[in-house]
């Protein structure tokens, strides 16, 4: 019986020791949401080359950080748009200094993006923090693609 106990007890300060370094925190405000809208384009390098550029439509588009880690994804709408919500203070592991929004290539329904093997990669930057019902969620906008080779 003194074993159960003991394991679970052990297991008790695992989990709650995990929740709370998994936490985000911008200037001193623990963040219960991330949210990274984007659009991505068919064009030669994934970027708008004009205002009539159409959206890469149907396209997988994963957050990915540490350089392999995919947090999650989701896939872009008719037009390009996607938009990625992660709920932190579910113990996701989110550091934006190590996170990427990336593009598998090749993209079979756009036939002028150029290169045919590798990732589309953007940059993900702090935009701002509002408050909501479920707290703290910090907004985020992401850079142009560029090329990553496999």
Known sequence: M????????????????????????????????????????????????????????????????????????VLTDTQGFFRIVLNTLDGILFDPSTCVIRIRLPIANCSVLAPTSGNLQSVITVAGVVQSVLGAVANFTTGLFVLVPN
């Open 2 to 73: 003194a074993y159960r106990s003991m394991l679970l007890l052990a297991l008790l300060f695992v989990i709650t020791t995990s929740l709370a370094h998994g936490s985000f925190i911008i200037n001193g405000t623990t963040i219960a949401q991330v949210v990274i809208p984007g659009r991505a384009f068919c064009s030669i390098n994934g970027n708008p080359v004009n205002s009539n550029t159409p959206g890469l439509a149907g396209v997988n588009v994963q957050l990915v950080c540490n350089g392999a880690t995919t947090l999650t994804q």
